[in-house]
């Protein structure tokens, strides 16, 4: 009896997410041109997880702005080229600024990949939007079905920027803002786009969500699934947090740590508010976007997540592990993540892309390497402040030419040892360099 060969390397979106009827969303390529300080810029990206970095002003924060640009209007609230998109040029007598400013996408929705891309031809400030036809097609049938009250999923689309998620404001009428997306009702699954470009504004939305999901549960005497995602999510992400509650009487939500501690939100430190509103905010669109998917919410959706700054107040410790966390509490969802850790690269396995001058690399392997390899190696910088550093080359110097235990190379040891302790691992080597030299090894 003939078996039959099983397929194997199935498109990512086209196999069980297409038997289950779910829509895969992914960037694969980006182009920009004349955006930002971008003259012409083309990266790629990986489908999970991938991490920017670039010094100060090198575009790291322009790429996801571009990101922002080309998928705006797709799902969510549109974003055209903005006037501090247009690139300019300094000349001898002037300033100008440079045209066409075009931001194009290459990806995929569910089966189909696509790619359309938004152009700003002039001082019109008139975005075009290039090959929108079939984008517009498939984006129409999908919000068709929607509002039919089908059970398709819907993809994540969020960004974080660097200045994300300050503490809550203290007056109540914070909590009952009305969220700006038009005619849409209350219970809509769009509105799981709401700020998604300034997830800050849209925080007290969250926690008005929380609030009232907690005293539904309360009502019918029955526990919450969809508080119970975003419950996990945060656990999975603060490995001390116990349990997340809204306190009724403090109008507040409340933190509960395993060491017994109570805190309410904005009294968190700002690496645990800045996990716990980044978590939590993704774990609730999860289920207000696709709310058949009960418990599974935040692991079955997919999308795009771009998130800047990603090790914002963590302390060396939640660097390590955030990227794993976010994974394993969003397995479907493409990050896009800009640092300036190396911790971060050190736990990234998917792909790291440098930019520089203008341009974009791959990183090569940073996966498990030490952090000062890679600060030197990938990101440019020496392992130590300057001054320290030229003190040891110089030291060592004196070791060579047999001057270590003069009164220059005495003098400069202790001066070292000040600097950088005596138990220093390059004072131990240096002692290993003074006895070879002197021959007793």
């Given at each position: 009896?003939?078996?039959?060969?099983?397929?194997?390397?199935?498109?990512?979106?086209?196999?069980?997410?297409?038997?289950?009827?779910?829509?895969?969303?992914?960037?694969?390529?980006?182009?920009?041109?004349?955006?930002?300080?971008?003259?012409?810029?083309?990266?790629?990206?990986?489908?999970?997880?991938?991490?920017?970095?670039?010094?100060?002003?090198?575009?790291?924060?322009?790429?996801?702005?571009?990101?922002?640009?080309?998928?705006?209007?797709?799902?969510?609230?549109?974003?055209?080229?903005?006037?501090?998109?247009?690139?300019?040029?300094?000349?001898?007598?002037?300033?100008?600024?440079?045209?066409?400013?075009?931001?194009?996408?290459?990806?995929?929705?569910?089966?189909?990949k696509l790619k359309w891309s938004k152009t700003l031809a002039?001082?019109?400030?008139?975005?075009?939007?290039?090959?929108?036809?079939?984008?517009?097609?498939?984006?129409?049938?999908?919000?068709?079905?929607?509002?039919?009250?089908?059970?398709?999923?819907?993809?994540?689309?969020?960004?974080?920027?660097?200045?994300?998620?300050?503490?809550?404001?203290?007056?109540?009428?914070?909590?009952?803002?009305?969220?700006?997306?038009?005619?849409?009702?209350?219970?809509?699954?769009?509105?799981?786009?709401?700020?998604?470009?300034?997830?800050?504004?849209?925080?007290?939305?969250?926690?008005?969500?929380?609030?009232?999901?907690?005293?539904?549960?309360?009502?019918?005497?029955?526990?919450?699934?969809?508080?119970?995602?975003?419950?996990?999510?945060?656990?999975?992400?603060?490995?001390?947090?116990?349990?997340?509650?809204?306190?009724?009487?403090?109008?507040?939500?409340?933190?509960?740590?395993?060491?017994?501690?109570?805190?309410?939100?904005?009294?968190?430190?700002?690496?645990?508010?800045?996990?716990?509103?980044?978590?939590?905010?993704?774990?609730?669109?999860?289920?207000?976007?696709?709310?058949?998917?009960?418990?599974?919410?935040?692991?079955?959706?997919?999308?795009?997540?771009?998130?800047?700054?990603?090790?914002?107040?963590?302390?060396?410790?939640?660097?390590?592990?955030?990227?794993?966390?976010?994974?394993?509490?969003?397995?479907?969802?493409?990050?896009?993540?800009?640092?300036?850790?190396?911790?971060?690269?050190?736990?990234?396995?998917?792909?790291?892309?440098?930019?520089?001058?203008?341009?974009?690399?791959?990183?090569?392997?940073?996966?498990?390497?030490?952090?000062?390899?890679?600060?030197?190696?990938?990101?440019?910088?020496?392992?130590?402040?300057?001054?320290?550093?030229?003190?040891?080359t110089y030291y060592f110097e004196l070791i060579e030419t047999?001057?270590?235990?003069?009164?220059?190379?005495?003098?400069?040891?202790?001066?070292?040892?000040?600097?950088?302790?005596?138990?220093?691992?390059?004072?131990?080597?240096?002692?290993?360099?003074?006895?070879?030299?002197?021959?007793?090894?």
């Amino acid at each position: 009896m003939r078996r039959s060969r099983k397929k194997t390397g199935r498109n990512f979106c086209t196999g069980i997410y297409k038997q289950l009827g779910e829509y895969c969303m992914r960037i694969d390529r980006l182009r920009l041109i004349n955006f930002r300080g971008f003259e012409e810029f083309e990266t790629d990206f990986h489908p999970k997880f991938n991490v920017i970095i670039g010094i100060n002003g090198a575009g790291k924060t322009g790429v996801l702005e571009g990101i922002c640009t080309a998928i705006g209007s797709v799902f969510v609230s549109d974003r055209s080229v903005q006037e501090d998109d247009i690139r300019v040029v300094s000349y001898e007598y002037s300033i100008e600024s440079q045209f066409p400013v075009q931001v194009e996408f290459h990806g995929r929705i569910r089966d189909q990949k696509l790619k359309w891309s938004k152009t700003l031809a002039g001082t019109d400030r008139r975005t075009i939007t290039g090959n929108a036809e079939p984008l517009t097609a498939l984006l129409d049938k999908i919000k068709k079905g929607v509002m039919a009250g089908k059970s398709d999923n819907l993809p994540l689309i969020v960004s974080y920027p660097a200045e994300r998620f300050r503490k809550v404001r203290r007056d109540r009428d914070a909590l009952h803002e009305k969220a700006d997306i038009g005619t849409l009702p209350r219970g809509s699954r769009l509105r799981g786009y709401d700020h998604w470009l300034n997830p800050d504004s849209g925080n007290s939305i969250f926690i008005k969500w929380f609030k009232t999901q907690e005293l539904a549960a309360l009502q019918r005497q029955k526990e919450s699934p969809e508080i119970e995602v975003v419950r996990k999510a945060v656990s999975n992400c603060i490995a001390d947090c116990e349990n997340i509650f809204f306190d009724v009487r403090e109008d507040a939500l409340m933190i509960k740590f395993r060491d017994r501690r109570i805190l309410p939100f904005d009294l968190l430190s700002h690496g645990v508010r800045n996990m716990l509103a980044t978590v939590g905010d993704m774990a609730f669109r999860c289920v207000m976007l696709n709310p058949h998917l009960g418990e599974n919410a935040a692991i079955r959706t997919s999308g795009i997540v771009l998130i800047d700054e990603i090790d914002l107040h963590l302390h060396p410790a939640w660097q390590r592990k955030v990227v794993r966390d976010m994974k394993s509490t969003f397995p479907e969802i493409q990050f896009i993540a800009a640092t300036h850790s190396p911790l971060i690269l050190s736990n990234t396995e998917d792909r790291v892309i440098t930019i520089e001058n203008g341009r974009s690399y791959r990183a090569g392997h940073t996966y498990g390497r030490d952090v000062n390899s890679l600060l030197k190696q990938v990101m440019g910088t020496e392992e130590r402040p300057e001054i320290v550093q030229e003190a040891l080359t110089y030291y060592f110097e004196l070791i060579e030419t047999g001057e270590g235990r003069t009164r220059e190379g005495l003098k400069l040891r202790k001066r070292l040892e000040d600097m950088v302790g005596a138990d220093d691992p390059e004072l131990a080597r240096a002692d290993v360099s003074i006895a070879f030299f002197e021959g007793v090894l």
